[in-house]
């Protein structure tokens, strides 16, 4: 699965660590998360769309 996360966050002028803060997780894990290493857990992912201000759908994707 892939994501836009890192594009989104970038746009929105956050730091990994300011995302990790929001969401309630590591640094380490926001990283693993935009480099395709970790897929989160629906709580997660859909704690991340709410901080981005987008949804779930259009965060992650499969890749085809």
Known sequence: MKNDI??????????QED????VGATRQTIIAIENNKYNPSLELAM???KAL???????FFLEE
């Open 6 to 15: 890192k594009t989104i966050r970038k746009k929105l002028g956050l730091r």
């Open 47 to 49: 704690r991340l769309a």
């Open 53 to 59: 201000g987008t949804s779930v759908e259009h965060l």
């Open 19 to 22: 995302l990790a803060k929001q």
